[in-house]
């Protein structure tokens, strides 16, 4: 069963996602696309919700701002999409450091209210802001050149995502599998006892909250321009619980859990789009069911019956060491 593990499992699929504008057409490559977007977006909350405990909701907001720098600066300021991209990143990243702030005083439901909130505030900027942003009307992006290479603009657009998708997931295992990833989850579980063994709250949230903006930042400059247009409606509440909805039934708490949830979701309402009335109600009883049935998601599945789908927040060799420290020692003393 081990054939079947979670690395395994996932270099397969990343060399199926390699051949796939061999094989798709235009629709289909649009739909692949569509969930290597979304998956860093689900990488990106999973982190801040599932590892780091930060119950927020400015996730679809993150993904407006990434969105809309990148177009606006290409249109307003005729940046090319190369310089405008990373600087859409850049700006959510900044934004999301921003929002450790609040987290520092609030949690739980306080915390969520006051995230809800930014994110409604961003929505009134988008739709009001004319002069800026075009108001409810939205504006076209210019559309992106791969001269000198022989390809069209889905298929170089595709391999651009697929690769940041790649480099993503092993930067975001990494993290987890890292000191830093053990602070996030003793923030996670005790925030008064992580503070005790000397984890620094205000840098280890704004350190999730930054990971998370620079993820949906970047996932927006992406669908910014597979799309070319941006408008409001595309990053509204919907957009949110969407996203929330991905890790859940993916997993909460997994890197692995987050690349499942985003397929799942985004297959599934691609494949409903026909029928408009099932489709909300499929969904919405699809998340009823992980909710009261499956509350550890897909992956808990996987964990359950399939050897080699554990996420450690170790490095097993290293823990095997007899010299290695404990994990306890890997956590950051305050300054004497």
């Known amino acids: 069963m081990a054939l079947l ?66 177009g606006l600066l290409q249109v307003h300021f005729s940046f090319p999409f190369w310089l405008a991209f990373p600087c859409g990143a850049l700006v959510a990243t900044v934004i999301g450091l921003a929002l450790a702030l609040p987290a520092l005083r609030l949690s739980g439901l306080y915390l969520a209210l006051s995230t809800l909130a930014f994110a409604q505030f961003t929505q009134w900027v988008f739709l009001h802001w004319e002069k800026i942003t075009f108001g409810a009307g939205g504006f076209k992006t210019p559309r992106i050149s791969f001269d000198p290479l022989p390809i069209s603009k889905p298929v170089g657009l595709y391999y651009l995502s697929l690769v940041i998708v790649i480099a993503f997931v092993i930067f975001a295992q990494n993290v987890i599998a890292s000191r830093i990833g053990r602070a996030f989850v003793a923030v996670r579980d005790s925030e008064p006892a ?12 704004a350190l999730a909250f930054g990971i998370s903006g620079f993820y949906a930042g970047t996932a927006g400059g992406l669908y910014s321009q597979m799309l070319n247009f941006v408008s409001p409606e595309g990053y509204d509440l919907f957009q949110m619980v969407l996203q ?33 009335g099932a489709q909300e109600v499929v969904f919405g009883g699809l998340l009823v069911l992980f909710v009261i049935f499956l509350r550890g998601g897909i992956v808990s599945v996987l964990r359950r019956y399939v050897a080699g789908w554990d996420e450690p927040l170790r490095n097993p060799q290293r823990e095997a060491e007899p010299d290695a420290p404990p994990i306890a020692a890997t956590v950051e003393k305050p300054a004497q």
């Open 194 to 205: 992580a503070a005790s063994l000397g984890v620094d709250l205000l840098r280890y949230k």
């Open 244 to 276: 929330k909805a991905m890790i859940v039934i993916g997993g909460i708490g997994s890197i692995a859990g987050s690349l499942l949830g985003a397929g799942t979701v985004i297959l599934l309402l691609e494949a409903l789009r026909e029928v408009k």
């Open 5 to 70: 593990g979670r690395r395994n499992v996932f270099l397969l699929l990343a060399a199926i996602a390699c051949v796939v504008p061999a094989f798709a057409n235009p629709y289909h490559l649009f739909v692949a696309n569509l969930v290597l977007i979304y998956a860093l977006l689900a990488i990106g909350l999973n982190i801040l919700v599932g590892y780091a405990g930060q119950l927020a909701f400015a996730n679809a907001a993150m993904f407006g701002i990434g969105a809309y720098t990148t």
